[in-house]
Every structure is written in structure tokens, then in C-alpha cells.
């Protein structure tokens, strides 16, 4: 087989300091994992609120798994749709304060499943510059007018509103940004496409479980409803700790979904244990307000501690507090010299984010102790 040059592609990745690598995890999902048999402190995962190893939330996929089995067996239209899965989409739907609900595999499944059902040639979508890889490939792969509009800069928005000439348009947006950890104009945003007859598509994947007091995400946090934001997307592997996703919206919408959307329809559904797993870290998610408490306390000792020691930390008030370096090779071997000091904090490059853009991506849990934040503010210390 012709390999077309994949090994020259694969030394040049090396020698740009964008190769990327796997590590090996030895334990389960915490604040301290074990990786080549060593404990480290981990501050890259997305397990917002510390529920990934919680004893409820394996107890409910324990007892489920007895109950339902492992796998689905089949899609959600033939045979894999069971009791577990419809009452995770009623629960969602009441949470979030809409019709209906519509559970996805994975998050990119979803956001490609939506654009891909909704729009097609004729139609335009506009979309922020920096939102996530599936957002943009759903809107590529549509077959729509695909424009990208400044991040975060509803003038930028305006203008290229104003030279659509579709008549159905949809702007799509992050709710938390993945990388920079910001914070999307919700509310101009809303405003705007009700001004201009355009939906609002928000993918709150980082912000869901988070933000908002019950953990309504952005969403909730910016107080809109249902005819502000028509199409809500969230993940559960996140603040969730578990795995899958959901679109939420009118019934209208779930219908044509049901309908229409490819990932939906042709793909196997999650296993029902994690339906149920996933119900239970909804309940404590909205009970236990304590862990969204507790993340922003710590949010703010890492702002202050970080600005004291004068890292680059960019604006975000969010879990996600990156820290700017912009060379990928240093921030490679910064990565590396926190992992010898027993601290795991991942490097972002591009592409995953722009060039220039190369950053260290901090990330908190609820689970995390202040003497964790000053033990991560140690090493970077040492490290920067």
C-alpha cells in the first residue's frame, strides 16, 4: 500500500513540536491519576464538578447494567431505545426548560447530526470563529453557506447578516469556549437573529453542569428561554462525568431530528447504563450546588496566584483558565517539566488552536483543594 509519504509528514509534526501523543491512564477519572505507575495531580480533564468517579453515579450504572445489560443492541429507531434513555431525554427537557430532548452518542455526533438535518443549499450559516472543530464541520459538511463571523464580535455577525441572502440562516456558537475558556454574547446574539429571522444554535458542552444556579449552563446563567435560544446542545461527559449528548428544543425540532438526522438514525444507541448513570449526576448536579460553589472559589486563587506570578493567563472567568505561550516547543517541554514535578497540565497547539496561540490548558474540578491550586502554583513557578 502507497503510504504517501506519511512518514515525512509525521517527522516534520515531530520537528515542529505538533506531534501528539497518548499517555496511558492506570486509575479512574480524579483530581489524582496514575500514569507509568506514578500519581500525579491532574488539571486537564473536563470533570467539572468531580462526578466521573462518584460512588452514585457507578452504583446507578452498576444496577442499570444488571437491568438493561451492556450494549443497546441497535439504533434508537429499531430496538435500542429503552426505558433509560427516554427518561434521561424527559429529565433534560424538564431541566432546560424545553419541549423536548434528544440523546446523542457524542457531542461531535450531535452537533454534525443538527446542522446536517436543518440546513442544506440555499440556506446560510454563520458561525464564531473559534468554535469547536464539530460545529465547524457540521456546518461544512451541511451543504450551507458557511461564513465565519470575529469571535465574539456580533458587529463582525451584523455584517454578514446583512449580505445573506437566505432565507433560513442559523448562528451557531459555543456557549464556553473550549480553548480560551470565554464566554459567548448571548444575549446580543439572541437579539440578533430575532432581529434578523435567523435561529441561535448554542453548544454548551462547557458551560452545562457549570454555569447558571442550577447548572442550566450559559444558557440558564443569561436567563433565555426557549425562543431565544431554539437549539440547545450539552454533553454529559463533562460536568457530568459520563458520556453522550443531548439537543434540546421545541417538538418540532426533535421531530425533524428524529427524522432527518443521520448520526441519529443510523447509530447504535448509548449503552442504557450510561443513560441511567447520567440521570443520577443530573440529580446531584442540581442538588449539590456545592461544587459549582467550590469551583469558582478556586477559579478565582488560581486567577489571583497566576497574575502574581505574572503568567500570561487569558480572559476567562470559567473551569477553563489557559495560560498563553505561544512557542509549541516550549510549551511542550513546560508540559513535561510540570509532569516531573508531579502535576499534569496539558499543551494545546494548532491546529487545535490557532498559531501563536499555543497554550498550556488549566483545568479545575470541584474536587480540587486549595492546597492543589498552590501546589500547581508552585510548580508552574518553577517551570515558567
Request: glycine share 8%; net charge neutral.
Amino acid at each position: 500500500m502507497k503510504d504517501f509519504a506519511l512518514e515525512n509528514e509525521l517527522e516534520r509534526l515531530k520537528q515542529q513540536g505538533l506531534y501528539r501523543s497518548r499517555r496511558v491512564i492506570e486509575s479512574p477519572q480524579a483530581i489524582r491519576i496514575i500514569i507509568d505507575g506514578r500519581k500525579v495531580l491532574n488539571f486537564c480533564s473536563n470533570d467539572y464538578l468531580g462526578l466521573a468517579n462518584h460512588p452514585q453515579v457507578i452504583a446507578a450504572f452498576q444496577q442499570a447494567a444488571n437491568q438493561y445489560g451492556i450494549g443497546s443492541g441497535s439504533a434508537h429507531l429499531i430496538c435500542g431505545h429503552s426505558t433509560a434513555h427516554h427518561a434521561l431525554e424527559e429529565e433534560i427537557a424538564t431541566f432546560t426548560g424545553r419541549e423536548r430532548a434528544l440523546l446523542f452518542s457524542t457531542g461531535y455526533m450531535a452537533n454534525i447530526g443538527v446542522l446536517s438535518a436543518l440546513l442544506g443549499r440555499g440556506d446560510d450559516v454563520l458561525e464564531d470563529k473559534l468554535n469547536h472543530a464539530s460545529l465547524l464541520d457540521g456546518g461544512l459538511l451541511s451543504g450551507a453557506g458557511f461564513k465565519r463571523y470575529l469571535h465574539a464580535n456580533t458587529e463582525s455577525l451584523e455584517q454578514k447578516l446583512k449580505r445573506s441572502k437566505a432565507v433560513k440562516k442559523i448562528i451557531v456558537t459555543d456557549g464556553v469556549f473550549s480553548m480560551d475558556g470565554d464566554v459567548a454574547p448571548l444575549v446580543e446574539l439572541a437579539n440578533i437573529a430575532q432581529q434578523n429571522d435567523a435561529a441561535l444554535m448554542v453548544d454548551d458542552a462547557h458551560g452545562f453542569g457549570v454555569l447558571g444556579q442550577t447548572g442550566g449552563g450559559l444558557v440558564e446563567h443569561c436567563a433565555l428561554t426557549q425562543a431565544d435560544v431554539p437549539i440547545l446542545m450539552g454533553t454529559f461527559g463533562k460536568a457530568f462525568g459520563t458520556a453522550g449528548a443531548f439537543v434540546a428544543g421545541s417538538n418540532a425540532l426533535i421531530e425533524t431530528l428524529i427524522q432527518k438526522s443521520r448520526p441519529y438514525i443510523y447509530t447504535t444507541a448509548m449503552p442504557a447504563a450510561i443513560a441511567s448513570a447520567t440521570s443520577t449526576s443530573l440529580e446531584l448536579l442540581i442538588n449539590e450546588c456545592w461544587r459549582r460553589e467550590k469551583l469558582r472559589t478556586l477559579i478565582m486563587q488560581f486567577k489571583q496566584g497566576a497574575k502574581q506570578l505574572g503568567l500570561s493567563i487569558m480572559d476567562s472567568n470559567s473551569a477553563i483558565q489557559p495560560i498563553l505561550v505561544g512557542d509549541p516547543q516550549k510549551a511542550v517541554a513546560m508540559s513535561q517539566n510540570l509532569l516531573e514535578l508531579g502535576v499534569l497540565v496539558t499543551a494545546i497547539r494548532p491546529p487545535t488552536v490557532a498559531k501563536g496561540q499555543t497554550r498550556l490548558r488549566v483545568t479545575f474540578s470541584a474536587n480540587h483543594q486549595t492546597s492543589d491550586v498552590n501546589s500547581l502554583l508552585n510548580a508552574l513557578e518553577q517551570v515558567s
